[in-house]
């Protein structure tokens, strides 16, 4: 089990920093030729946002997005539950074919129950995540985060695309990464090439983008904007 989490590991820590798009915004009618146009893009890792209508007023898309994804394509598929109750949820998001599962940690009854669940999430032989809402303080992690691969900080409030960015989660990327180098931190909402930047000196590794790759028709313009954004960034490190 702990090797197949390395392998996982291995191959999201090999295409960092990385742009994943948000599968919320993309063409349900035609997904096939969306992960087509994502893949010719140079997109490595897929982030599927699944919500419930519960933990989240939104409602989208479950385990069989997932499966027949899974079907069409080799990529990375990062499912980020947007749901009541993620560990009545891990293994039918494991079986159809999911590489990365995060939950919120506003999800669950507090640090405690999220461990539990981080444990199920590796348990399956899965990189584990753990989201926070920017409401949510950092310190409400503490105790999980020996447990997790991975912290996703929301720099919108789960639910909808095409939210304003909020810089709070800039300042709990540093903190992150200052007190845990070997996370992998991914940002999620209002990710552009505007904000892409202070997010990456930050130290975040994972970039989720829904509006600027789905707002606009080429695709690969939009990703090469993004990691022309990202490079620009490293160099002022
Ligand atoms: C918000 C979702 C995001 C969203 C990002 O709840 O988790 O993944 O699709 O979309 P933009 O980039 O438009 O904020
Ligand atoms: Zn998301």
Redesign the pocket.
């Given at each position: 089990m702990e090797n197949m989490i390395q392998n996982r590991l291995e191959r999201l820590k090999n295409c960092k920093p990385a742009i994943l798009p948000?599968l919320?915004?993309c063409d349900f009618g035609d997904l096939r030729g969306e992960v087509q146009h994502l893949r010719e893009a140079g997109v490595e890792v897929l982030?599927l946002?699944v919500?419930d209508g519960q933990f989240?007023p939104?409602l989208t898309y479950g385990m069989p997005i997932v499966a027949g994804l899974k079907k069409h394509t080799d990529m990375f598929l990062d499912a980020?539950l947007?749901i009541q109750e993620p560990a009545a949820y891990v293994d039918a998001f494991a079986d159809a074919g999911a590489d990365m599962i995060t939950f919120h940690i506003e999800a669950v009854g507090g640090p405690l129950q999220a461990i539990e669940v981080l444990k199920q999430i590796r348990g399956r032989g899965l990189v584990a995540g753990l989201a926070l809402n920017p409401k949510t303080a950092l310190h409400d992690l503490d105790q999980a985060i020996p447990y997790a691969d991975g912290v996703l900080v929301?720099s919108?409030?789960?639910?909808?695309?095409?939210?304003p960015f909020d810089p709070v989660a800039v300042d709990k990327l540093r903190l992150l990464r200052k007190s845990h180098p070997e996370l992998l931190l991914q940002v999620?909402?209002?990710?552009?090439a505007d904000t892409i930047g202070d997010c990456h000196a930050a130290g975040c590794d994972l970039f989720?983008?829904?509006?600027?790759i789905f707002g606009i028709d080429d695709y690969s313009a939009a990703v090469r904007r993004l990691r022309a954004a990202l490079q620009a960034s490293s160099s002022t490190l």
């Open positions: 948000s919320l915004q982030h946002d919500m989240v939104n980020h947007m929301m919108v409030p789960a639910g909808f695309g095409g939210q999620d909402g209002g990710i552009n989720v983008v829904g509006s600027a």
